[in-house]
């Protein structure tokens, strides 16, 4: 059974803009052609951020902060009090990090490799990637969701993608076509959106819901704030800032059992705290 999503266009997306919201519902524009340019709209009103005269690139978004990097630096930008994008150095890049898709990074640390997002600690923080490497050349990384790592192939003969786990903690999105994969951590559902279609599995289950079809060609997930998903689309030859709810059922993930209603996870948890009991 099909089941249908709403959009509702917000304004035209100008050429060479990347947009992405941050966890607090920000949305940051950020022009990636000459000259470029990272701004904020706020009261109808543009707000520019004061950015470094190195050559910048946009990484990816991490909690309130969309990152830029030059080839040595990263720095961020967040929105404050008033809206005031203000960007600022945050580290120097350590010694063989590589900078993946989104925001990602990889480094080996203690002869092991892990991955992380940018603005980790990448001392400390990250997810081990106790898979051959040899598997991970196959395959390419878009996102960390809860301590794991996914990432994507492309190697799939169905227009539907399917999900495979290497490890507890590596999780691989086999698909046909290039889709836009988007999660918080905040939230178990994982949203990929390709072609008419938004699909979104279930990390706990790690089931698919049931697929929600638009009339529009969906290009990338900016974000999913208050139950409201934000996409680039384009209708015609026109790209476009469009929004829709989302259903409850891909948004809310609870259960009511004996009148409490509880969340899957914890749900799952108590499961397990029984299970351990009775052995």
């Known amino acids: 059974m099909e089941h249908e999503l709403e959009f509702t266009k917000e304004e035209t997306v100008r050429k060479g803009t990347w947009i992405c919201q941050v966890n607090d519902g920000t949305i940051f524009y950020w022009k990636y ?14 707000i520019t951020a004061g950015l470094p005269e190195d050559e910048m690139y946009c990484k990816g978004a991490h909690e309130n902060a969309i990152y830029l990097c030059s080839k040595e630096k990263v720095g961020a930008s967040s929105s404050p009090e008033h809206f005031n994008p203000m960007f600022s150095h945050r580290y120097t890049k350590p010694s063989g ?5 989104g925001g990602l990074c990889s480094r080996q640390r ?4 892990y991955v992380y997002r940018i603005g980790d600690d990448p001392g400390r923080e990250g997810v081990l990637l106790n898979v051959p490497q040899e598997r991970l050349q196959q395959i390419e990384l878009r996102l960390l969701h809860r301590g794991k ?16 786990k290497l490890k507890e903690n590596v999780i691989v999105i086999e698909m046909r076509y290039e889709f836009s994969l988007y999660a918080l951590d905040s939230s178990p559902f994982l949203y990929i959106a390709g072609s008419n279609v938004l699909h979104t599995l279930d990390t706990i289950t790690m089931e ?26 384009t209708v015609g030859e026109e790209l476009n800032l469009m929004t829709a709810t989302l259903p409850e059922e891909y948004v809310e993930n609870t259960v009511t059992v004996n009148g409490e209603t509880i969340t899957i996870e914890v749900l799952v948890e108590r499961y397990k705290e029984v299970r351990e009991s009775i052995r």
Do not use: C
């Open 97 to 101: 990090e590589e900078l993946h898709y």
């Open 110 to 113: 203690e002869g092991k490799a």
């Open 33 to 46: 052609t000459s000259p470029k340019r990272l701004y904020v709209k706020w009261n109808g009103n543009e």
């Open 208 to 233: 698919f819901l049931p697929p929600l079809m638009t009339n529009m060609e969906l290009h990338s997930i900016a974000g999913v704030h208050d139950g409201v998903i934000t996409v680039d689309a």
């Open 149 to 164: 790592a996914i990432y994507i192939s492309k190697i799939s003969d169905s227009s539907n993608p399917k999900v495979t």
